[in-house]
């Protein structure tokens, strides 16, 4: 009886929000306690992005920040310039939609 | 005669190896990351269950600077000396630890109220929990808050862990870093404490699943949030002791499955006036 009641009164409790945060916080918690994994992500990003455009390593920046519903990613990836041997840039393989940017924003989104 | 003689022998052999160098009793440290989760009241009650069962138990408070075991378990008179004057050889142990008068089976080691928790030598602390070991089936040790100086020598000696949370946000994120700090081998277990089934019921709060979902750890035990667990520690009466009570029967049934039994988790019930309370609740 009471079940029944109850349920027809129901709307979202608030563990949802809960389980939310939660999710999001430990998120973050967890890469900030991981500084090999970013440092190896950065680097890895840095070889990709090296094999379209000439950019310097020592300039890059990632970063990793909690937003209100998510978890993003800041690579602040600044270019040099293009690569003097294109066709090699070419050849590089992947075929990928990426279009140089001074800043790129990749949402970590599950 | 002689298959007798050789029995013997082997005995002798047992006993050097056992006895002098592997402490007969195990050290569990409650820890939480998280202050006010229920650590010293979890300590207190899980340990009265366990002399009840007819088991040698010392308790062994690590909140040094911030003493409180003794006031749960109504002992705060009968404490003279403390944990630091057994560490830096000012008494023995044994004039140190208070024997327990309703569960005599159980000695506490209280902390000290006017130090503070650097002044623990963690080697020493480490050398005590084994002497406790050797004299006791179980040490269980009271973790302060944090994950300074004080958690590490509440560690320190311990070979298994139990975490306290409660179904909240911020309990939750605290023992997930706690459970990475632990060293592997104490291989911790999880009491979820202070669960408010009708809220739960409800979507307003964790459930056991959804807390569990994130810390992935073998679940020692669920202890519902009643008033009578408040009621018993304003008496210093561990909960446990009371056979009626369904709190009670929780911690018991807890400090079963550290002996080992298999007995399924029992879930808190949903109390008529809860279930009426919640009809009218917010979200």
Same mark, same amino acid.
């Given at each position: 009886?009471?079940?029944?009641?109850?349920?027809?009164?129901?709307?979202?409790?608030?563990?949802?929000?809960?389980?939310?945060?939660?999710?999001?916080?430990?998120?973050?918690?967890?890469?900030?306690?991981?500084?090999?994994?970013?440092?190896?992500?950065?680097?890895?990003?840095?070889?990709?992005?090296?094999?379209?455009?000439?950019?310097?390593?020592?300039?890059?920046?990632?970063?990793?920040?909690?937003?209100?519903?998510?978890?993003?990613?800041?690579?602040?990836?600044?270019?040099?310039?293009?690569?003097?041997?294109?066709?090699?840039?070419?050849?590089?393989?992947?075929?990928?939609?990426?279009?140089?940017?001074?800043?790129?924003?990749?949402?970590?989104?599950? | 005669?002689?298959?007798?003689?050789?029995?013997?022998?082997?005995?002798?052999?047992?006993?050097?190896?056992?006895?002098?160098?592997?402490?007969?009793?195990?050290?569990?440290?409650?820890?939480?990351?998280?202050?006010?989760?229920?650590?010293?009241?979890?300590?207190?009650?899980?340990?009265?269950?366990?002399?009840?069962?007819?088991? +040698? &138990?010392?308790?062994? /408070?690590?909140? *040094? @600077? %911030?003493?409180?075991? =003794?006031?749960?378990?109504? !002992?705060?008179?009968?404490?003279?000396?403390?944990?630091?004057?057994?560490?830096?050889?000012?008494?023995?142990?044994?004039?140190?630890?208070?024997?327990?008068?309703?569960?005599?089976?159980?000695?506490?080691?209280?902390?000290?109220?006017?130090?503070?928790?650097?002044?623990?030598?963690?080697?020493?602390?480490?050398?005590?929990?084994?002497?406790?070991?050797?004299?006791?089936?179980?040490?269980?040790?009271?973790?302060?808050?944090?994950?300074?100086?004080?958690?590490?020598?509440?560690?320190?000696?311990?070979?298994?862990?139990?975490?306290?949370?409660?179904?909240?946000?911020? +309990? &939750?994120?605290?023992? /997930?870093?706690? *459970? @990475? %700090?632990?060293?592997? =081998?104490?291989?911790?277990? !999880?009491?979820?404490?202070?669960?408010?089934?009708?809220?739960?019921?409800?979507?307003?709060?964790?459930?056991?699943?959804?807390?569990?979902?994130?810390?992935?750890?073998?679940?020692?035990?669920?202890?519902?949030?009643?008033?009578?667990?408040?009621?018993?520690?304003?008496?210093?009466?561990?909960?446990?002791?009371?056979?009626?009570?369904?709190?009670?029967?929780?911690?018991?049934?807890?400090?079963?499955?550290?002996?080992?039994?298999?007995?399924?988790?029992?879930?808190?019930?949903?109390?008529?006036?809860?279930?009426?309370?919640?009809?009218?609740?917010?979200?």
């Amino acid at each position: 009886m009471f079940e029944l009641f109850s349920r027809f009164f129901r709307r979202e409790g608030s563990s949802t929000t809960a389980k939310e945060r939660l999710r999001l916080v430990l998120l973050s918690d967890h890469l900030a306690l991981a500084p090999e994994t970013v440092e190896a992500l950065k680097n890895d990003l840095i070889a990709v992005i090296s094999r379209y455009v000439k950019i310097d390593p020592h300039l890059c920046d990632v970063s990793f920040e909690q937003q209100a519903a998510t978890v993003a990613m800041h690579a602040n990836i600044p270019i040099l310039g293009l690569l003097a041997d294109r066709a090699a840039a070419e050849k590089a393989t992947i075929a990928s939609e990426t279009t140089p940017a001074n800043s790129e924003h990749v949402s970590a989104q599950p | 005669m002689e298959g007798l003689t050789h029995v013997q022998t082997v005995n002798q052999d047992a006993v050097v190896t056992t006895d002098a160098e592997q402490p007969k009793g195990r050290a569990i440290v409650i820890t939480s990351g998280k202050g006010g989760v229920g650590k010293t009241t979890t300590t207190a009650n899980v340990g009265a269950a366990l002399a009840a069962r007819g088991l +040698s &138990v010392a308790l062994v /408070d690590a909140d *040094v @600077g %911030l003493r409180n075991l =003794d006031i749960v378990l109504g !002992l705060e008179s009968r404490v003279r000396y403390h944990l630091l004057d057994v560490l830096e050889n000012k008494v023995s142990l044994e004039d140190a630890l208070i024997r327990d008068k309703r569960s005599p089976n159980m000695s506490l080691l209280a902390a000290s109220q006017t130090r503070e928790k650097d002044d623990v030598d963690t080697e020493k602390m480490r050398l005590l929990v084994e002497r406790l070991r050797a004299q006791f089936d179980w040490v269980l040790i009271d973790c302060p808050a944090g994950i300074e100086a004080g958690f590490r020598n509440a560690v320190v000696g311990a070979q298994s862990a139990i975490i306290v949370c409660t179904p909240e946000v911020s +309990s &939750v994120r605290d023992s /997930d870093r706690v *459970v @990475g %700090l632990l060293p592997r =081998d104490l291989e911790p277990r !999880l009491i979820v404490n202070r669960l408010r089934p009708h809220l739960v019921r409800r979507g307003k709060m964790l459930s056991v699943e959804d807390v569990n979902a994130i810390l992935r750890l073998p679940l020692l035990g669920v202890v519902a949030d009643e008033p009578e667990v408040v009621v018993a520690t304003n008496r210093g009466e561990p909960i446990s002791l009371d056979p009626k009570s369904q709190t009670g029967s929780a911690y018991r049934s807890i400090a079963a499955r550290l002996c080992g039994e298999h007995i399924p988790i029992e879930r808190p019930r949903v109390s008529f006036f809860a279930r009426l309370g919640t009809l009218f609740g917010g979200r």
